[in-house]
């Protein structure tokens, strides 16, 4: 299979620290890492796409000063919320592309909350 | 931009009918992948159904078929013999084949499966 495992699976910070996400293929090489966002009963919105060894690329609208993205290997990939406040808290979602069937594989999501 | 619409944001069948949830998108790209994602209570999503825009045959994988229309731009999906276990969001996504990185997912259907 393509297994791709997400953690943590639940968070809960205070307004104004640090929150790191981590994203692993277990089993492939990613060629590409996306990270979505998730509001309740809501639809996933692409926040950005990562290659490894290079910047990753944000869609419009999301802060990259906010939302780091590191792509260390092409098996790992990181969102870290940076000076988290409560509007940050969701749901997110991270999947990574093994490359040739144009599908995405799924991590299980980690939910952020932010007191 | 790419956009897909989902015009149906909740459905219901009966156990063992059948149900079709509608799904279009607006593009000027001629080559792209289409896909249907079923999301459950556990939020993990899960590929459901695949489509490659230049195949003309529609997709079928055992109970879950689609209707892909290119011209109409419309990627429909039936479910047939519905189970209890299909009750789920399901997300119609967009992947464009000359921008991998460009991967678009409709608002979503809840589907109730009613015993």
């Known amino acids: 299979g393509a297994v791709v495992s997400q953690h943590p699976s639940w968070v809960i910070c205070k307004s104004g620290t640090s929150v790191k996400i981590e994203c692993r293929s277990l089993?492939?090489?990613?060629?590409?890492m996306f990270w979505y966002r998730q509001f309740p009963k809501q639809s996933l919105m692409l926040m950005a796409t990562s290659n490894e060894g290079s910047k990753a690329t944000y869609e419009q609208g999301v802060e990259k000063d906010k939302f780091l993205i590191n792509h260390a290997s092409l098996t790992l990939s990181t969102l870290t919320v940076t000076s988290a406040h409560p509007e940050d808290s969701s749901f997110y979602i991270c999947?990574?592309?093994?490359?040739?069937?144009?599908?995405?594989?799924f991590g299980e999501g980690s939910r952020l909350t932010v007191l | 931009a790419q956009t897909v619409t989902q015009s149906q944001p909740e459905m219901s069948v009966q156990e063992a009918e059948t149900v079709t949830l509608s799904c279009t998108y607006d593009?000027?790209?001629?080559?792209?992948?289409l896909f249907w994602y079923k999301q459950p209570p556990s939020r993990q999503m899960i590929l459901v159904i695949r489509?490659?825009?230049?195949?003309?045959q529609n997709a079928t994988e055992n109970r879950f078929s689609v209707n892909f229309q290119k011209a109409a731009k419309s990627f429909s999906l039936k479910i047939s013999d519905s189970q209890l276990g299909d009750a789920a969001m399901y997300f119609c996504?967009?992947?464009?084949?000359?921008?991998?990185?460009?991967?678009?997912f409709g608002s979503g259907t809840k589907l109730n499966v009613k015993p």
């Open positions: 999947s990574a592309d093994r490359g040739g069937s144009g599908e995405l594989f």
């Open positions: 593009t000027s790209e001629s080559d792209y992948y």
């Open positions: 489509q490659e825009a230049y195949k003309q």
């Open positions: 996504a967009y992947r464009s084949a000359m921008n991998f990185n460009k991967f678009y």
């Open positions: 089993d492939f090489q990613a060629t590409t």
